[in-house]
């Protein structure tokens, strides 16, 4: 049986094999992994079941068009980096800006995001892979 201990482990995609681990290994909260260009893993640790959970994070091809709409509805001048990371917050969006975000992601993806799911987004790379959850369990 395996198990996991820490604060914080994360793989980074630039070098491939680029890894940053804590040193205090205690209480793991989450693992993930993220990358721009490929559909790459998701670990996450249920500290309340003790269970690991692997799910798949957005593909590309999703991320790419939440970016296109991320950046179209808060109007992100041309130059300004928006990546998987971004927090709308940091690209000056509102609660009434992600109210929008989202409706255009339900719009574009043919999809709905219920209300509990959509205050949970912080990121882009957190509204991608809730779109591509979404997507996926409405194909099966």
Do not use: N, Y
Request: proline share 3%; glycine share 4%.
């Amino acid at each position: 049986m395996a198990s996991l201990a820490g604060t914080t482990i994360s793989i980074a995609s630039r070098p491939w094999h680029s890894l940053q681990a804590a040193k205090e290994l205690s209480s793991l909260k989450s693992i993930s992994f993220s990358s721009i260009k490929k559909s790459f893993p998701a670990i996450r640790l249920q500290p309340a079941s003790s269970r690991l959970q692997i799910c798949c994070a957005a593909k590309s091809d999703t991320l790419e068009k939440v970016l296109k709409i991320v950046r179209k509805q808060l109007a992100v001048p041309e130059g300004t980096a928006v990546i998987a990371e971004s927090k709308f917050s940091e690209l000056g969006a509102d609660s009434l800006d992600t109210v929008e975000i989202v409706m255009g992601l339900e719009e574009a993806f043919g999809i709905s995001v219920e209300e509990e799911s959509a205050q949970k987004i912080i990121t882009v790379q957190d509204a991608a892979d809730l779109i591509q959850e979404l997507v996926e369990a409405k194909s099966c």
